[in-house]
Structure formats: C-alpha cells, structure tokens
C-alpha cells in the first residue's frame, strides 16, 4: 500500500485512536483530529486542517442505549459530522472512508449481504444510514469518491466498560457474578486489530461509492461469550440473566464478508476465543 496523508477523525476514540496508530506505523502521514481538537459538526474545524488524500471519519456517537434517549444528539453528530466531512473532501479532492454499521434491522437472510434491505432497528442505526446516504448523494452529484466500511461489533483492548465483553470481563475479575440482560441474543464480534485492517484496506482503489460489510462472518450468543470469557480467565462464576430485551432488539447478526475480502484482500485473523484470551491475559494492550 503506498504512503498516503490521511486524516482521522474520532482520533482518541476506541477503534480511531488503534487506526490512527495502525496507519503512522505504516508510514502513513496522519493527522489525528480527536475530540479536544474541535467539532466535527462546525465547518470551522474542517477549515483548519491540512489537504490530505484519505479521511477516515470516526468521529461521532455510537452506544445504542444512549442513542434512544437522545435521537436528536445522534443525528446531529453522525449526519451533520458526515456531511461537513464530505464538504471538506468535495473543496480538496480527498476520499472518505466512512466508519459505519449493520443497519439491517431484523435480518431477512444470514449471512447478511451489503446489498440487503436496511431498516434501522435504533436511533443511532437510523443516523448512520443518513450518513451513508448523504455520502452517496456527495458521491453521485459531486463525485466524492467514498468507502463505507460497516463495521459489526468491535472488541479489544481499551473498550469503554458498557459495552458486552469488557462488562462482563470487569464482573468476572470482580469474582462474584455475571449480570447480562439475555443470553439468546447472537453478534457477530469482530477484533480491533482487524477491525483496523479492514478500515486501512479501504484505501486501496478509492473510486464511486462502495459498501464494505467487516466483521468475522460468525454470530455467538451472549452465553456462549461468558462462557468463552469464564473458560479464558479460568472461573465458573453463576450467571443471571433478566431475560429482558432491549427495544427492537434483533436476535442475531451475521454478515458476509465475501465482498471485502474479494475486492480489499481482507479477511478477519483473530477469532472471539482468541481476543478474548488476549484481553484476559493483558495481550495486545494499545499505547
């Protein structure tokens, strides 16, 4: 891959903070756009910043709990941050690579194609896929060249702690219980290493407007997480489930990754029980 400037945005968050310094190990001149260095939503942060080839856009709001008591806030972060996004790579030529996610809703087939229906199940879904429309609007009427990159759930090292896996690795380390909502539910989990590497392969053969289902095309349950946890940290510690879901909770997703690989040579390295293994043995820990 050849040297490239590149910017992200999202640049302290989980996944932007590990692309950031994927990319400037590569060789890569990065600048790092993170949250105290302005908003992504006002034009006067864009103004500021140097012409680059590729932007990855991170930046946003992403924890579905939250997205149900603040709509509004997600879709201004996520489409209005987008849209200022595109404006900046339509003034100085550059290509977009935007971070996005399953928006499919209730599946209709597994494994999910990048083709399928959407219907967004959330308000944060629903702000994504207007951000994906919005850049292939920019793509269409102003030749914007963009990547979308549908990235399902991500886990490793430096996770905030109310996300699945890293909840249920602080209660196992607290040795007591294991509290889930519902142990039913199945999600195709991807590891930030390859979630990484499938946001970096977007750089290859920018050109239109093109989608990218990355995940590990394999969907697990709940239980079978804690139980990958509990086998990995070597505990057998009682689980309780509310058995309650959460609104418009869908009951399993599992994308196909055939197009990414085909078209971008990706393919995932790291399976759950290896991640998990890493997280629990302090493996991989990011600077």
Known sequence: MARARTLVTGATGFVGRAL??????????????????????DPATWGQLPAVEHVFHLA????????????????????????????????TGAHLVLASTALFGTARRLPIREEDVVEPSNPYALS??????????????????VTVIRLVNVFGPGQR??????AIMDQVRRGQRIHVKILATR???????????????????????????????VSHSVQEVVDIV????????????????????????????????DLLGWAPRVTLEQGIARLCHGQGERR
């Open 20 to 41: 950031a310094l994927a990319l400037a190990e590569a060789g890569h001149a990065v600048t790092a756009l993170g949250r105290g260095d302005g908003d992504v939503t």
């Open 60 to 91: 946003g709001r992403n924890f579905v709990p939250d997205s149900w008591h603040d709509p509004a806030g997600f879709l201004h972060a996520n489409v209005t941050g987008t849209a200022r996004a595109l404006d900046y790579c339509r003034s």
């Open 128 to 145: 994504k896929l207007l951000a994906e429309r919005s850049c292939a609007f920019y793509a269409s009427a102003f030749n914007v060249p």
């Open 161 to 166: 702690a109310e996300f699945l896996i890293p």
């Open 187 to 217: 999600r195709d989990f991807v590891f930030i290493d390859d979630a990484v590497a499938g946001l970096a392969a977007a750089i290859t053969r920018p050109g239109g407007y093109r989608i990218f289902n990355v995940g590990s095309g």
């Open 230 to 261: 509990q086998k990995a940290a070597g505990t057998q510690l009682p689980v309780v489930s509310d058995e309650t879901l959460r609104a418009n909770e869908i009951e399993d997703v599992r994308v196909d990754i055939t197009r990414v690989h």
